[in-house]
């Protein structure tokens, strides 16, 4: 592949922004230590330039720029170099910035990003493969150049201490999913289940609802995807964002705060079940559904059964964090099983001891094989007091 690389001078006021380094890390934020240190040492690593449209485009330096203009810097060195297509202008935006502080969302856009960029290449790669297939890997008559799958001279990136652009070398053949979760430093699972967070966003950019996106954005960056992600599977979602949007509501958690306020007495009540996701709220030996078993002001009490003990542990949350989750209905079999629970109690024949085993039993929000072999061996109790009882008249 020929360099075509060429250093120049421009005035920072005539170089444009690509509109992809726009989109995905926002406009410019103010960065005083770097304009201290351009102030005193002048721009150290050029600006790269693309020179592919009659306009020069900045795909890096961005920040460089600004600070040159309010610094009314009238020179600033820059790279130029013919990109070979936008897809090659923006994987080099991606990891130009590869080690560039980043918020969550940005991280995910960059995930959507490279996972794009991916499936493209892998395309490419299927299309070569036929061309090479039936025309005899002619490359002459496949039009295949070697250098075809190089995007652009890997020197390009050595001033952004990341100098190779292949990724996964541990693995023959890694996902894309996998590929995309590498550079972006977050898991496979959680970037899948962030991505209707990137889609919500977007929808309501696009829809005008500007304040409600950049809140949805904030709440991402302080409370994480899961919660993000349960909010926007929740019933009062819009209800939430509207209250943001109208100005009622300063921040997202504000405004669950005052739409929860609402539901609150229906939706926390006692006997009601949540789900708890792995690592959220729960200790990892516990089933992942819990019931809620008293309720004091705005405290829940909780009630988990342990995997490898069997019993029972009550844990408090404020009825708040229990409205981020999803709520867990009872399944045929736990209802008849607490409906035998329940006449049981009610049963004459009970001993305290039958009592006190079933009232923690009822504690419970799962059907295990203990818990129905302990409802067996009561009712089998009560039913021979029952007879003996018929035999004595």
């Given at each position: 592949?020929?360099?075509?690389?060429?250093?120049?001078?421009?005035?920072?006021?005539?170089?444009?922004?690509?509109?992809?380094?726009?989109?995905?890390?926002?406009?410019?934020?103010?960065?005083?230590d770097?304009q201290?240190?351009?102030?005193?040492n002048?721009?150290?690593?050029?600006?790269?330039?693309?020179?592919?449209?009659?306009?020069?485009?900045?795909?890096?330096?961005?920040?460089?720029?600004?600070?040159?203009?309010?610094?009314?810097?009238?020179?600033?060195?820059?790279?130029?170099?013919?990109?070979?297509?936008?897809?090659?202008?923006?994987?080099?935006?991606?990891?130009?910035?590869?080690?560039?502080?980043?918020?969550?969302?940005?991280?995910?856009?960059?995930?959507?990003e490279?996972?794009?960029?991916?499936?493209?290449?892998?395309?490419?790669?299927?299309?070569?493969?036929?061309?090479?297939?039936?025309?005899?890997?002619?490359?002459?008559?496949?039009?295949?150049?070697?250098?075809?799958?190089?995007?652009?001279?890997?020197?390009?990136?050595?001033?952004?201490?990341?100098?190779?652009?292949?990724?996964?070398?541990?693995?023959?053949?890694?996902?894309?999913i996998?590929?995309v979760?590498?550079?972006?430093?977050?898991?496979?699972?959680?970037?899948?289940?962030?991505?209707?967070?990137?889609?919500?966003?977007?929808?309501?950019?696009?829809?005008?609802?500007?304040?409600?996106?950049?809140?949805?954005?904030?709440?991402?960056e302080?409370?994480?995807?899961?919660?993000?992600?349960?909010?926007?599977?929740?019933p009062?979602?819009?209800?939430?964002?509207?209250?943001?949007?109208?100005?009622?509501?300063?921040?997202?958690?504000?405004?669950?705060?005052?739409?929860?306020?609402?539901?609150?007495?229906?939706?926390?009540?006692?006997?009601?079940?949540?789900?708890?996701?792995?690592?959220?709220?729960?200790?990892?030996?516990?089933?992942?559904?819990?019931?809620?078993?008293?309720?004091?002001?705005t405290?829940?009490?909780?009630?988990?059964?342990?995997?490898?003990d069997?019993?029972?542990?009550?844990?408090?949350?404020?009825?708040?964090?229990?409205?981020?989750?999803?709520?867990?209905?009872?399944?045929?079999?736990?209802?008849?099983?607490?409906?035998?629970?329940?006449q049981?109690?009610?049963?004459?024949?009970s001993?305290?001891?039958?009592?006190?085993?079933?009232?923690?039993?009822?504690?419970a929000?799962?059907?295990?094989r203990?818990?129905?072999?302990?409802?067996?061996?009561?009712?089998?109790?009560?039913?021979?007091?029952?007879?003996?009882g018929?035999?004595?008249?």
């Open positions: 592949m020929k360099n075509n690389l060429e250093t120049k001078n421009f005035n920072p006021n005539d170089l444009v922004l690509h509109a992809e380094l726009i989109r995905i890390y926002g406009t410019t934020d103010e960065n005083l770097l201290s240190d351009i102030a005193v002048g721009i150290m690593v050029p600006l790269v330039v693309s020179t592919r449209t009659p306009i020069n485009t900045i795909v890096s330096g961005a920040r460089r720029r600004s600070v040159a203009i309010a610094l009314s810097i009238e020179s600033v060195p820059v790279i130029c170099y013919k990109f070979k297509s936008e897809e090659a202008e923006k994987h080099f935006i991606l990891s130009a910035n590869r080690n560039r502080p980043k918020t969550k969302y940005q991280q995910l856009i960059e995930g959507r490279w996972e794009l960029l991916e499936k493209q290449a892998a395309a490419l790669r299927r299309q070569s493969g036929l061309e090479q297939r039936w025309k005899n890997k002619d490359k002459e008559k496949s039009g295949i150049d070697d250098d075809e799958h190089d995007y652009y001279p890997v020197v390009l990136l050595s001033d952004y201490w990341f100098c190779s652009r292949e990724q996964n070398q541990s693995k023959k053949n890694p996902r894309t996998d590929k979760s590498d550079r972006i430093g977050i898991s496979a699972a959680s970037y899948q289940r962030a991505k209707p967070i990137i889609e919500k966003c977007e929808e309501l950019r696009h829809s005008g609802h500007v304040v409600e996106a950049a809140a949805l954005e904030a709440y991402l302080s409370a994480g995807i899961n919660p993000v992600a349960n909010l926007l599977k929740a009062n979602c819009d209800e939430v964002l509207s209250l943001v949007g109208s100005g009622k509501a300063k921040t997202i958690q504000s405004a669950l705060l005052k739409a929860n306020r609402v539901q609150k007495m229906s939706a926390v009540v006692e006997g009601a079940i949540f789900f708890f996701p792995d690592k959220m709220l729960r200790k990892s030996t516990y089933y992942h559904s819990g019931r809620v078993v008293r309720i004091a002001n405290i829940a009490t909780v009630c988990f059964r342990d995997k490898y069997d019993d029972l542990h009550e844990h408090q949350y404020k009825c708040d964090e229990l409205l981020t989750l999803e709520k867990d209905g009872e399944t045929h079999n736990q209802i008849r099983l607490r409906d035998r629970i329940n049981l109690i009610k049963s004459e024949n001993t305290p001891t039958d009592r006190y085993v079933l009232n923690r039993l009822l504690g929000a799962v059907c295990t203990e818990e129905v072999d302990w409802v067996e061996i009561i009712e089998w109790r009560i039913a021979g007091k029952t007879r003996a018929v035999g004595e008249r």
